[in-house]
């Protein structure tokens, strides 16, 4: 298996546009979780599904974030509009079984906004 | 209640020497406990977990040793070698959540 495939792997936007970030995950694995990795957060969960499903989106900042999952094979997470705050990398993970077990992360997106 | 604190920031070992970085914990309630390290660019990839059954865990170089009372778990790296120079995260882990450390940033020097 390839891995958990992110793409863009760089995205460069400017304020105000809409950002879209996808994950392929592990095939077979019914957990699929979002996180953001900031210098001065850290690694913070944003939603995560499991069985395509969403479970716990208590983590998304805000309603300008939205994330889908349509089939077991594909996610995406929305940033409309995008700020300046919003610039970190997102990475995408999946696992078999939810957080007790070990998640397998994609090489991640680093987002800019200008 | 969530947090999981974790130190030190940062760490310089010299090649062969020990490496160890702690963790602690609040709630009672996480279950499992992993350790990640992440290179640069890259994603965090899971090294090492315990389970609070157990008080020590080792696989090759790397120990994890939990202190069930105390709320605190370690990770204990033998002989560290240059290729070991990594960012490595703590986390603690129930049916609900993961939980990450802030990470400690290790360097190996020759």
């Known amino acids: 298996d390839a891995g958990v495939i992110q793409s863009p792997r760089h995205e460069v936007t400017e304020m105000g546009q809409e950002v879209t970030l996808r994950c392929k995950p592990i095939?077979?694995?019914?957990?699929l979780f979002w996180y953001r990795q900031t210098m001065m957060r850290g690694l913070e969960l944003l939603i995560y599904?499991?069985?395509?499903?969403?479970?716990?989106d208590s983590g998304m900042p805000e309603d300008r974030f939205s994330a889908k999952m349509p089939n077991a094979s594909f996610s995406t997470l929305k940033i409309q509009p995008s700020e300046p705050r919003d610039s970190a990398v997102y990475f995408c993970?999946?696992?078999?079984?939810?957080?007790?077990?070990?998640?397998?992360f994609g090489s991640g997106t680093q987002l800019s906004v200008l | 209640q969530q947090q999981v604190k974790q130190s030190p920031q940062s760490l310089i070992v010299q090649k062969g020497g020990i490496s160890i970085i702690n963790c602690a914990y609040e709630?009672?309630?996480?279950?499992?406990f992993p350790w990640y390290q992440q290179f640069p660019g890259k994603g965090p990839a899971l090294l090492i977990a315990?389970?609070?059954?157990?008080s020590e865990k080792k696989e090759g170089r790397f120990t994890i040793s939990f202190n069930k009372s105390a709320k605190q778990f370690s990770l204990h790296i033998m002989d560290s070698q240059p290729g070991d120079s990594a960012t490595y995260f703590c986390?603690?882990?129930?049916?609900?959540?993961?939980?990450f450390g802030t990470g400690t940033r290790l360097q190996v020097f020759p």
């Open positions: 986390a603690a882990a129930n049916t609900d959540k993961l939980i």
């Open positions: 315990i389970r609070p059954d157990v």
């Open positions: 095939s077979g694995h019914d957990y």
């Open positions: 993970a999946s696992s078999w079984g939810g957080f007790r077990e070990k998640l397998f």
């Open positions: 709630n009672t309630a996480f279950d499992y």
């Open positions: 599904f499991n069985n395509n499903v969403p479970i716990d």
